[in-house]
């Protein structure tokens, strides 16, 4: 394989750098059962650096909130919690309505998640807003229906993807969950700043971490048929804009 350039992917999400590079195989009509396996190990590698999975495309737009993003999960007492996701879905909507109306009508970012399949399986509603538009008294004062629990998006452990891959755990049932529904959903004024992918081909394979960096990812594949390298990485406060100090003191297990 020495030959063989590197193809490289690198996205860039706020203080997210995701990067994989690889000498993928080509799978072959006459290839045995041994050695398709061994090519799909390359091809098929659990992380990379686009949008593959839910969780990949979730995480980078959680990404795009920087620093600032607060992750809400608002829950209902017993005289406000609904009994359909169509419900839920109404009640989420007038939410917005309140947000929109709070920030003087001007759009701002969001991801949310409408869950009820774990735990106790009352519906409830995961929201992602920024700190600076939307603090954690406000989003108290909007939501009418229940309490209202908060902590940041960013953590030292597990970065952006612990909640990407929390809020991408439920799958559609066809009663909780309606068929078809995705996980979660965002703004398009979110998705929309999220830049291209750089690509080129590299005659090495080594992906560069910095030394400053508040969390870091490294994977790697090699076999007879082709290699796969993947790292991610976010930047610390001083590589960047700044961490939020909260993050430290508000840090739970999602499990």
């Given at each position: 394989m020495e030959d063989r350039p590197w193809y490289c992917v690198r996205q860039r999400a706020g203080p997210l750098t995701k990067e994989c590079r690889a000498i993928r195989p080509r799978l072959s009509r006459d290839d045995d059962r041994g050695t398709r396996r061994d090519k799909n190990e390359i091809l098929r590698a659990p992380h990379s650096a686009v949008c593959r999975s839910q969780a990949d495309r979730l995480e980078l737009r959680l990404a795009l909130f920087g620093y600032e993003g607060v992750h809400y999960t608002l829950t209902y007492d017993a005289l406000h919690l609904p009994r359909t996701f169509r419900e839920a879905m109404a009640t989420k909507r007038a939410f917005m309505a309140r947000a929109r109306r709070f920030n003087d009508g001007r759009p701002f970012d969001w991801v949310t998640c409408i869950e009820g399949l774990h735990g106790d399986?009352?519906?409830h509603i995961h929201m992602v807003l920024r700190e600076g538009e939307f603090p954690p008294a406000a989003v108290r004062c909007l939501w009418k229906a229940g309490e209202v629990d908060d902590e940041p998006v960013l953590m030292a452990e597990g970065g952006y993807r612990r909640l990407a891959e929390y809020l991408t755990k439920e799958r559609t049932d066809g009663i909780i969950i309606p068929i078809g529904r995705r996980p979660w959903s965002c703004s398009r004024s979110l998705s929309g700043q999220l830049p291209p992918p750089e690509r080129w081909k590299d005659e090495s394979g080594a992906i560069d971490i910095p030394s400053r960096?508040?969390?870091?990812?490294?994977?790697?594949?090699?076999?007879?048929?082709?290699?796969?390298?993947?790292?991610?990485?976010?930047?610390?406060?001083?590589?960047?804009?700044?961490?939020p100090s909260r993050a430290h003191a508000h840090a739970r297990d999602l499990s």
């Open positions: 399986h009352r519906y960096v508040l969390w870091a990812r490294r994977s790697q594949r090699e076999n007879d048929f082709g290699a796969y390298n993947y790292a991610s990485y976010i930047v610390t406060k001083g590589a960047l804009s700044g961490f």
